[in-house]
């Protein structure tokens, strides 16, 4: 957590982001690139999702935050203005409501929000203690009072009073996605940059030709508007979660050229490569796909050998990235791409944290 809020910060903004793309031009340094795209955030009320500890003293409660290597320092958070607007017009006025009935304050340890771009917002409470038919009560009264969907959890106890989900929409290229965006599930933070960068991967691979493989496609983020620019779509995610959604997304969206497969990249590799099989292809024919080009947003840690070897034989390779120094590691592996599109989304504004994402493509194809 930063010392100064976006609010004190908002003059060095632009400063703040000509730093963050000089040091990621400095990380390519030894990688020839074009311009870098530099796409901005709103500087303030650009987090849709927001998550509290609640620190009780007496009778008091408090939403808190902990500095940096301080995790036994309580900050109390009066009001947060990288949340969206329709989580910061709810937070205080919820705090107190909770304060006044016993039942819904007692061992509560944590509160979730999460929001959209349209003021939808779903709103977890977290406990230290089984959730019962008072509490049950209760949160429904509270959940009336606000209007938002509202969710408990506790140890192995999750209750949904109406839905655990929202629905956020994004206009990428003319066309109007609607996402499901479910409960302590990961979606993207920023729902501004993530549309610039739903639209930056859409216009740079607009009439390809072929299909797509896709990895780590979570609830179908990229999926959705990805799909009109290929023949076919591939996508596998590990989470049982996120497939459950990028399904139900595909559906809403009444997209009919995808399979999703709940595989690792590991096992994709391993299945492509026929060096093994698996019951959760058992459905799909991997020889009736003609993959022109590869899609990769992967973890911090970035792609594993095996991965990095399959994704070298194809011809464009679209990798998002939330940790430029893993990137950098892994396309110094792929030696025989050359990065043709380079862009930096300020997922978090006012961090040190930097978003990138590369569309490289093969030097042999380009010969």
Not at 42 to 71: C, Q, S
Not at 199 to 206: G, K, L, N, Q, Y
Not at 316 to 328: A, D, K
Request: glycine share 2%; hydrophobic share 40%.
């Amino acid at each position: 957590m930063n010392d100064k809020s976006p609010l004190d910060c908002k003059q060095n903004y632009k400063t703040l982001l000509c730093e963050k793309t000089a040091k990621l031009k400095q990380l390519f340094s030894n990688v020839t690139i074009p311009e870098i795209s530099v796409f901005e955030s709103p500087e303030i009320h650009f987090r849709m999702r927001a998550e509290f500890r609640i620190w009780h003293t007496g009778d008091e409660l408090n939403y808190v935050m902990f500095k940096k290597g301080e995790k036994r320092t309580p900050v109390n958070i009066y009001e947060f203005p990288n949340a969206s607007i329709t989580i910061s017009q709810v937070m205080s006025p919820l705090l107190e409501a909770i304060k006044e009935h016993e039942t819904l304050s007692h061992k509560l340890f944590e509160i979730d929000f999460l929001s959209t771009t349209t003021g939808k917002l779903l709103v977890s409470l977290i406990y230290h203690k089984q959730l019962d038919a008072d509490w049950e009560v209760a949160a429904n009264e509270l959940q009336a009072k606000f209007g938002f969907a509202l969710v408990g959890r506790a140890r192995k106890q999750k209750i949904v009073l109406e839905q655990d989900f929202v629905i956020e929409e994004m206009l990428v290229d003319n066309c109007l996605y609607h996402y499901q965006q479910v409960e302590n599930s990961f979606t993207q933070p920023n729902a501004y940059i993530c549309q610039k960068m739903l639209s930056w991967a859409a216009e740079h691979t607009i009439n390809s030709k072929g299909d797509l493989l896709e990895l780590y496609c979570g609830n179908g983020n990229f999926t959705l508007p990805l799909s009109k620019n290929f023949d076919n779509v591939l996508a596998t995610e590990v989470s049982k979660t996120s497939v459950k959604s990028a399904n139900y997304n595909i559906a809403l969206n009444k997209i009919n050229n995808v399979k999703v497969v709940r595989l690792s990249s590991e096992e994709l590799t391993q299945a492509l490569n026929k060096t093994r099989e698996f019951r959760r292809l058992a459905e799909i024919n991997l020889e009736n796909y003609q993959f022109s080009a590869v899609f990769v947003d992967p973890p911090r840690s970035g792609l594993d050998n095996e991965t990095l070897q399959f994704i070298s034989q194809f011809n464009t390779i679209i990798y998002i990235s939330c940790n430029p120094s893993s990137l950098i590691e892994n396309i110094q592996k792929l030696d025989q791409h050359a990065i043709e599109r380079i862009a930096l989304f300020d997922q978090f504004p006012f961090t040190d944290h930097i978003e990138c994402g590369v569309i490289l493509k093969s030097i042999k194809s380009n010969e």
